[in-house]
């Protein structure tokens, strides 16, 4: 199978999650993203795989030299704000500021030349109504975002969009804009089954679906020509995690299920479909459809 899919991670520390940080004081926010990521690394290492590291830019202002090592070996930097709030938390002022921010970092890290292309929204929050993020991303020199969850959960989603890369409509995001378009949206990936629609290959799911549910859903995907983008926070593969104490038992199910077996999963995806950092996947889809990018 040829298509590129995008191998993706969220770079954030265990206690940025949504569920836990409120329940985490300053002073217990014991700092491992180093050691929690070390396993992925050794994994796309052994794998030959480049990836797409969205940064938190409060964490990446920590690891500078984490930062270029991983540049140096391919992969992608990007954007997942500085602060990891929510963006209608945040408020288009804040995220514009958080914009600059880290554009100075980055800058300040890998040098001048570089400049993030790409976004995803802490908690998947870019929907209808924090679409003025499109508009400021763009302004920024962004190129593409992949924050759209094309199913409404409790704590996210929006109803429906197309299910492989489009070009994100500021009014409604959704809609492919066609012409109009100010960023491409590379949605994350949900299968439909009969009446159900299945959110397959990251965070909690990657982390409770069988390896054979995740497969097949994948091949389904691609062989629909539908390229697909895996995620993952390093705090998910990473037996050292901190367990928060008093979760209700189904915040603590969701946020802790299955780590000791996940990156034995990912390596079984790793293996058996193409991947790429986001970036040059979307460039591969777009470049399969005679569209430039
Ligand atoms: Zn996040």
Redesign the pocket.
């Known amino acids: 199978m040829n298509i590129v899919n995008a191998l993706t991670v ?1 770079v ?1 520390a265990w206690y ?2 949504e569920i836990v940080r409120h329940r985490v004081p300053e002073t217990e926010r014991l700092r491992q993203v180093e050691e929690a990521l070390a396993p992925l690394r050794h994994l796309f290492r052994r794998q030959g795989v480049r990836a797409t590291f ?1 940064f ?1 830019g409060e964490i990446l202002r920590l690891h500078p030299a984490l930062v270029r090592a991983l540049h140096d070996e391919g992969h992608e930097i990007a954007f ?1 704000t500085m602060s ?1 709030r929510p963006l209608h938390k945040m408020g288009e002022q804040a995220f514009r500021a958080e914009i600059a921010a880290f554009a100075e970092l980055t800058g300040d890290v890998l040098g001048e030349g570089f400049s993030p292309v790409g976004f ?1 929204a ?2 998947f929050s870019l929907n209808q109504h924090t679409n003025w993020a499109i508009r400021a991303l763009s302004e920024a020199g962004y190129r593409y975002d992949s924050s759209i969850f094309p199913l409404r959960t409790p704590l996210y989603g929006v109803d429906r969009c197309p299910p492989v890369p489009y070009r994100l409509s500021p009014e409604d995001v959704t809609r492919d804009s066609e012409k109009s378009s100010l960023l491409w949206e590379f949605p994350l990936p949900v299968l439909p089954v009969g009446p159900l629609k299945v959110p397959l290959a990251g965070g909690f799911y990657l982390r409770l679906f069988p390896l054979s549910l995740l497969l097949w859903g994948l091949r389904r995907l691609n062989a629909d020509g539908i390229p697909f983008t895996l995620y993952v ?1 390093p705090w998910e593969t990473y037996p050292g995690t901190p367990h928060v104490a008093n979760l209700s038992p189904q915040d603590s199910f969701i946020t802790y299920h299955n780590i000791d077996g996940t990156l034995l999963k990912l390596a079984g995806i790793l293996n058996r479909f193409r991947f790429a950092p986001m970036e040059k996947a979307l460039g591969a889809y777009l470049e399969s459809r005679g569209e430039e990018g």
Request: hydrophobic share 25%.
């Open positions: 969220d954030e940025h999650a969205f938190v997942h990891h995803r802490p908690t926070h």
